[in-house]
């Protein structure tokens, strides 16, 4: 990957980063970069576009991702805690896959980005109408761990509202979500295997197959539903369950 003279970073380190010169066999010196985020906005983007498979994400035009080819992303864009470091302000936010013979559309937007401030962006919809959504990822940090819910399933038709079961607490924990809804953050207990089911919503019929969660202490979380919703199994398509970590 090339890096560019540009206000973006992805953050693989926070702090402090180290690394050691031998000058020669007697002789090293060690080197302390600091990274000073205290004036970015940090983006992460989870990709719930139907088929989607290749994507390249441009800031201002600038290619986060990489000059050429293109990032396969499936789920979130860093995979990591952490996120991509901006510039405060009005940023063109661009995602699209590069193939020439791709059929995806390309999704352009606006985003007003403030320093400190965390956010989520959602793909959503299918390749030929594709969409996206942004919303603040509102970071605090608390002894438990934090968990919240996106619903971008796909369907042609109209679907219910979903809720989110819990086996481990014999409730639901998000009840009554629409499609495209992002829910605040809950507590969630940290280091606890739970067994989480999306049903629509009044009902008890598991709309996912099992999905196995157990977070770590203070951290956050977003669980998604996405897929089309009329289609089960193991395909590509298929609904499910899935999560990543904010935080």
């Known amino acids: 990957m090339k890096f ?11 702090g402090y980063a180290s690394y050691f ?3 020669n066999k007697e002789e090293e010196r060690m080197i302390d970069e600091n990274l000073d985020l205290s004036g970015k906005g940090i983006i992460k983007i989870y990709n719930a576009t139907l088929g989607s498979t290749r994507n390249n994400i441009y800031i201002d035009n600038i290619p986060i991702t990489g000059t050429t080819g293109t990032y396969d ?15 405060p302000g009005n940023r063109a ?3 699209k896959d590069t193939q020439t013979t791709s059929t995806q559309k390309p999704i352009d937007l606006m985003a007003s980005i403030a320093a400190g401030k965390n956010y989520t962006i959602f793909t959503y919809d299918t390749l030929t109408q594709a969409k996206a959504k942004i919303v603040e990822t509102a ?8 968990l919240r819910f996106a619903n971008f399933i796909f369907s042609t038709t109209p679907v219910p509202n979903v809720d989110v079961y819990s086996v481990k607490r014999q409730e639901n924990i998000f009840t009554n979500v629409a499609t495209t809804q992002v829910t ?5 207990s940290s280091f ?38 009329q289609t089960t199994g193991t395909t590509g398509i298929a609904r499910l369950l899935t999560s990543f970590p904010d935080y």
Do not use: M
């Open 21 to 23: 010169v031998a000058c």
């Open 93 to 95: 936010i661009q995602i």
């Open 192 to 229: 606890r295997n739970d067994t989480l089911y999306v049903r629509a919503t009044g009902t008890t019929a598991n709309l996912t197959p099992v999905f196995g969660f157990s977070p770590t202490r203070e951290r956050s979380y977003t669980i998604v539903f996405k897929g089309r919703y």
């Open 139 to 146: 970071i605090v940090t608390s002894d438990s761990s934090r």
């Open 4 to 14: 560019h003279k540009s206000s973006f970073i992805i953050l693989l380190v926070l």
């Open 73 to 87: 992303f499936s789920s979130a864009f860093p995979s990591t805690v952490y996120g991509i470091a901006v510039e």
């Open 184 to 188: 605040d953050y809950i507590p969630f």
